[in-house]
């Protein structure tokens, strides 16, 4: 078959935070894609402004490369796929995977695979993809590249992969300084027998086989991503398969139902590094966009109209965690950070969207981008059942929304069950923790109240401990901060969905109670000085609260009521301790992600776009009661 040497389609696949984003950054500045007067910025693919915060990728990206070979040929063009690391994300992976024929494996020199290594590395090999293994980080002062590189062929092993597979060339590279070579340094050292990236696009020209393509097949392009332009529209990102692709064409769309309808191409453009500049055609082995279908969705297929072959659809793992999601319900609805309706028209936020016909618009539109959620209806017609692959990717989304101005209900996270031969299975986690020796029994302590299963320990002699743990997923919802605390900040924990098992029974993973207002007003500092001693507070002095709203966690396992709104009663009496200072302990500020980790069965978290709060769902205390007597007595 005729093959295409002027271009290669190549992923860069890694765990979170083992410098994916910062080897493309090199890639490019090594590429000459930028003019010397222009100012680059780190992590220039991280184009969203939660991956920055986050310093994580959360959106499969591309970009594109003109290498020039030192012999003087032809240049080629290099297109990469720079991928999530989270497995939250995986629906971004397997769209990634299925536009290119290779994927990079970086792994940091010093933690080794991990479990997002383990992920990603199972996608490549399934979709029966070559593999460049780049050890990344060598300049670490606890670099062990001999360590991670055999601890790397095990996995490869343990993935069940086959010969040719483990048969894949290794770089080692400091991706921060742009260098790269492909011979061993000592550890904690940079490569010292080259100054650049060369060894790198060397190793990816002659390892990444080069797009094939039938001369006489009909047009094949499959959509595997969107984006959207002002003045465009819906842009459609795709790899094109077979066949030439040309601006103003008319093609076959084929629809995930099997449908067919003929479209023309308004607008064809081509990736150069961070831009996407207009083309005239694209061919075999091609990533484009094309604009001026308004309705395409991922998975679908562009055919030649004559003899429309339709591409399999893009198949993504089922989701494992589910959220409630609705309109926002409190007695603050529609005002300000802290409650007063100045406030919202000061922040210069007076399109707040409450409405659930808004929540729902926005949760469709989601549907468009992200294949791995689920959209189910509920009881309620203002809240609506999100699913997805795991608790950061929901937080993320809700997070997305609350930036956009919506202001939201959001139920504990839950776990997504199914049936298998009449009996509730659910989903399970490979967790790998690192931690210091002396913490080692605080977390197989905490592992085992949440029905963690010990399945490798192992010291690499450094004072430091890795442990893998088999735990059901509803164990991990609000164990990360958990986990900090007993670890002193220092304990590192990554976890992969490992499939699902049998129902393991009742988990009890929060002890201590809730401090509930037990009536709305503002929260003064004499009532707190008066409550510090009955647990956390999560409220400053100053802010309004309502019935039902959590200000704070209980030392004790029952929930409270409190009063934090009590003010100091006035007399004309002079008091011999007026003028005694009181000191306020300051609140714990709760994240998002935290206030999901805190919540309970019977609690949810009211989120606007200035602040988070968390609230009994019901708001009433006399219903409270009634409700708890009634199941004491059932």
């Known amino acids: 078959m005729p093959t295409r040497n002027d271009i290669r389609n190549v992923a860069i696949v890694a765990h979170v935070d083992h410098g994916k984003t910062t080897l493309v950054d090199a890639m490019l500045k090594q590429a000459g894609a930028f003019a010397a007067h222009q100012q680059l910025d780190d992590r220039m693919m991280d184009s969203n402004d939660l991956e920055r915060e986050k310093g994580i990728t959360i959106l499969a990206k591309n970009t594109a490369v003109k290498y020039h070979p030192k012999d003087g040929g032809a240049p080629i063009t290099i297109n990469i796929i720079d991928t999530p690391g989270h497995a939250d994300f995986g629906g971004e992976v397997e769209r990634g995977l299925s536009m290119v024929d290779a994927v990079v494996l ?129 842009i459609a990102l795709l790899r094109v398969e077979q066949g030439e692709l040309r601006k103003g064409q008319t093609v076959a769309w084929i629809k995930r139902d099997g449908t067919i309808s003929n479209v023309r191409i308004s607008e064809l453009l081509m990736t150069e590094a961070l831009t996407r500049k207009p083309a005239e055609v694209a061919g075999p082995g091609d990533i484009c966009a094309v604009a001026g279908i308004s309705d395409i969705m991922i998975g679908e297929t562009l055919a030649d109209p004559e003899n429309p072959i339709a591409l399999p659809l893009i198949t993504v793992d089922e989701p494992a965690i589910s959220m409630t999601i609705g309109t926002n319900t409190s007695p603050l609805v529609g005002r300000g950070g802290s409650g007063k309706g100045a406030d919202a028209k000061s922040s210069g936020r007076v399109d707040r969207k409450v409405t659930a016909r808004q929540v729902k618009d926005r949760l469709d539109r989601e549907l468009i981008g992200n294949v791995s959620l689920r959209v189910l209806d509920t009881e309620r017609p203002d809240a609506w059942e999100v699913q997805g692959r795991g608790e950061l990717a929901l937080a993320i989304l809700i997070e997305t929304m609350r930036r956009e101005g919506f202001e939201l209900t959001v139920g504990k996270p839950q776990v997504v069950t199914k049936e298998v031969n009449g009996k509730t299975h659910e989903p399970v986690e490979r967790l790998t923790v690192d931690v210091p020796e002396e913490h080692m029994g605080a977390v197989t302590q905490l592992m085992g109240i949440r029905k963690g299963r010990m399945d490798n320990m192992s010291n690499h002699g450094s004072g430091w401990v890795r442990m893998e743990f088999v735990v059901p997923s509803r164990g991990l919802i609000g164990f990360r901060t958990e986990f900090l605390t007993n670890t002193r900040g220092t304990g590192i924990a990554h976890s992969i969905h490992e499939g699902h098992e049998p129902w393991f029974g009742q988990l009890t993973t929060r002890n201590n109670g809730s401090l509930v207002a037990d009536r709305a007003g503002v929260v003064t500092a004499f009532a707190m000085t008066n409550l510090q001693e009955r647990g956390v507070l999560f409220c400053d002095p100053g802010t309004e609260v309502y019935e039902g709203m959590i200000v704070g966690e209980n030392s004790r396992a029952d929930d409270m009521d409190v009063n934090i709104t009590k003010e100091k009663k006035l007399t004309n009496m002079r008091s011999s301790n007026a003028d005694v200072a009181e000191s306020i302990v300051p609140p714990r500020k709760l994240s998002l992600e935290q206030s999901l980790e805190f919540c309970r069965e019977d609690e949810c978290i009211e989120v606007t776009p200035e602040t988070v709060r968390i609230r009994k769902v019901v708001l009433d205390q006399k219903d409270r009661g009634r409700t708890a007597s009634r199941a004491k007595k059932a």
């Open 106 to 234: 970086l792994v940091d020199a010093s933690e080794g695979p991990l479990p997002q290594t383990r992920f990603v590395l199972r996608k490549a090999l399934t979709a029966r993809l070559p593999v460049i293994l780049c050890i990344n980080k060598t300049d670490r002062p606890d670099a062990r590249i001999d360590e991670v590189i055999n601890e790397t062929y095990d996995l490869f092993l343990d993935l069940d992969a086959d010969e040719d597979q483990i048969e894949f060339p290794i770089v080692y590279a400091c991706a921060r300084d742009g260098v790269a070579s492909l011979t061993k340094p000592e550890n904690g050292t940079v490569p010292g027998d080259s100054d650049n990236l060369e060894p790198f696009f060397s190793t990816i020209l002659e390892h990444v086989p080069a797009p094939t393509f039938d001369a006489d097949a009909p047009l094949q392009a499959h959509v595997t991503n969107l984006d959207a332009d002002n003045f465009l529209g819906r």
